[in-house]
């Protein structure tokens, strides 16, 4: 058993285990307290199985609810028994998209008072005491809306509750071309992501950025097993997973991040690693 503390703060369910479940996994099975805080229920999710389209239903919070119960599946699959809901279940709604109308509903994480959310954040770090924080860069890896909010309620309720070291989930663009690599070996020349290049991608970080890279190879059949309680969102075929658009990614063991304090010494393998 350590005493190293790991909270990771993310947007919606199952962006956890696209962006980091191999690495809560491996923390958690070496001892570590792995907390997770999510920030929404994923309201706005597509759905991809047929049979689970009646959960786009008008009605308020029923795709949601439905969400809590796969995060509690994938959180069991990775082994991380310490989740909380940013403010509780359903105390914000997913944002959906950027320039979409669910941006404009007052009770969207997009629209919460940054402040008044760092406070709720920052009461669980006073609690778990974590050495380190995982968020997203303040483009939110991609731009949506939820994900930048994340960015802006962490770093704040940091400067609330400093001391623990932050880092910022990445995509080499080395391993995404990897990954469009590998599925052109398997036969499929079109699906990942719908590009060629990885340069042509609209996310993805400059290997140079890059800090951090754990290997938690021994942890991808739990990722997999976590993205496959994500039904509503992910689909799964072999090591491979796709999300509403039906566009292949493909699953890895390694997990890369960028340190926030801007110290660049190489890439090392562990998030405590001069962490106090």
Request: proline share 6%.
């Amino acid at each position: 058993m350590t005493d190293r503390r790991l909270l990771l703060v993310h947007a919606h369910p199952d962006d956890e285990t696209i962006g980091s479940g191999a690495t809560m996994a491996k923390y958690a099975a070496d001892g570590a307290h792995v907390t997770l805080v999510t920030c929404t229920l994923g309201d706005e999710g597509e759905i991809i199985p047929p049979e689970l389209r009646n959960l786009a239903s008008d009605q308020a919070d029923v795709l949601g609810t439905y969400r809590i119960g796969e995060l509690a599946r994938a959180c069991a699959a990775l082994g991380v028994t310490d989740h909380r809901f940013l403010g509780g279940p359903g105390r914000w709604r997913d944002s959906g998209m950027m320039g979409t109308p669910p941006n404009d509903d007052p009770r969207c994480f997009w629209r919460a008072d940054v402040d008044k959310a760092a406070e709720l954040l920052a009461e669980v770090i006073r609690e778990v005491r974590p050495q380190v924080v995982v968020t997203y860069d303040d483009n939110g890896g991609y731009g949506h809306p939820d994900h930048i909010q994340a960015h802006r309620v962490t770093v704040a309720a940091l400067a609330q509750e400093p001391g623990p070291r932050l880092f910022f989930t990445a995509f080499p663009k080395s391993v995404l071309q990897a990954g469009i690599d590998a599925l052109r070996a398997a036969g499929d020349t079109t699906s990942f992501l719908g590009v060629e290049r990885a340069d042509d991608l609209p996310f993805g970080n400059p290997d140079e950025e890059v800090t951090h890279r754990v290997d938690a190879r021994a942890q991808l059949p739990q990722k997999l097993a976590a993205m496959r309680a994500h039904a509503t969102q992910i689909s799964v075929d072999g090591p491979f997973f796709a999300l509403s658009d039906n566009v292949g990614q493909e699953a890895m063991g390694y997990e890369y991040f960028i340190c926030a304090d801007g110290i660049r010494t190489g890439v090392e393998s562990d998030l405590f690693g001069g962490a106090e």
